[in-house]
């Protein structure tokens, strides 16, 4: 797993906003980053996990990666930079929408050569999942490129998540599906799958994204998910959550959870129903994770 480690900030406005002045919120911290989640995840569904990502050498960096340690997921490869480990604040209003203010700090400063060497020395028949982050920022590409390319020269499967379509469209779509090509797996919601392929709605999409990877998996929030391989299609409904609480992570639940099923060599409808369910989990909560 090679991607960005984060601590999140969820703020939930309470009142209407009060500028320069006090606003009635709640507020809770968790742990997050895209690729910490999912590793999180595929360590729940079991499978053997280690993480490629960097941090500060400050208290949050501390904290995210025992946090890590706690859940079963080797922290071997993470690397320590001067910047601050990575902070996302989430504001989600009274109406319910939600905005992300974000600082990648230190997943800025993930090195090439220390991540190519800790992929190539990953144990025989090993996976490489990579969240686009890292790709899609002109500060961390050369590692993303570089992890890329070290798997690839030692034969490991390899996936990429599509992680947000605003940064994706500003990296060039283009450029992102030829990085991306020859991929096991590509995940992405709809949105992101939309972006990549310039078709328009998740059947289209779908089956533009597996025109560049082996199996293409496209998430459509209440509306499921499709996934297109070779000469294949499965759709399926969402699992219906229990209580929605917070929708942060549930997308990185469910890719997660699904990768380690298929390396798992579950076939497409068990593991999409394994995953669905821990994505109906994680909304049931506030936070992508909990600090352990």
């Known amino acids: 797993m090679v ?15 009060s500028h320069a002045s006090d606003t009635h919120s709640s507020i809770v911290t968790a742990p997050g980053g895209a690729a910490a989640n999912q590793a999180v995840a595929m360590s729940d569904a079991g499978a053997r996990v280690a993480i490629v990502a960097a941090v500060g050498s400050d208290p949050l960096a501390d904290a995210v990666v025992a946090a890590l340690r706690a859940s079963g997921v080797d922290t071997g490869g993470i690397q320590r930079a001067a910047a601050q480990t990575g902070v996302v604040i989430a504001l989600v209003e009274p109406d319910g929408q939600r905005s992300m ?14 991540t190519a060497s800790f992929v190539s020395g990953a144990r025989s028949g090993a996976h490489l999942h990579l969240t686009g982050y890292v790709l899609y920022d002109e500060a961390s590409r050369e590692a993303g490129l570089a992890a890329l390319g070290a798997a690839r ?16 469209r500003a990296a060039g779509a283009g450029r992102v599906a030829a990085w991306c090509r020859g991929a096991d797996w590509l995940t992405c919601n709809l949105e992101e799958a939309e972006a990549l392929t310039g078709a328009v709605g998740p059947d289209s999409a779908a089956e533009g994204l597996a025109e ?21 299609k499965v759709r399926m409904p969402a699992a219906t959550p229990a209580s929605v609480a917070d929708t942060t992570g549930a997308g990185d639940a469910f890719t997660g959870t699904y990768l380690a099923m298929r390396l798992a060599g579950d076939d497409v409808r068990a593991s999409l129903d394994a995953a669905l369910a821990a994505s109906a989990a994680v ?10």
């Open 212 to 232: 560049l990877a082996s199996e293409a998996v496209v998430t459509l929030g209440a509306d499921g998910v499709i996934v297109v391989g070779k000469g294949s």
């Open 283 to 292: 909304v049931a909560r506030r936070g992508a994770r909990e600090w352990l």
């Open 153 to 168: 020269e030692a034969g490991m499967t390899v996936s990429v998540d599509g992680s947000s379509a605003g940064p994706l």
């Open 3 to 17: 991607g960005d480690v984060n601590v999140d900030v969820l703020v939930e406005v309470r009142a209407p906003f």
């Open 101 to 114: 203010l974000t600082d990648r700090g230190a997943n800025l400063d993930l090195d090439p050569a220390a």
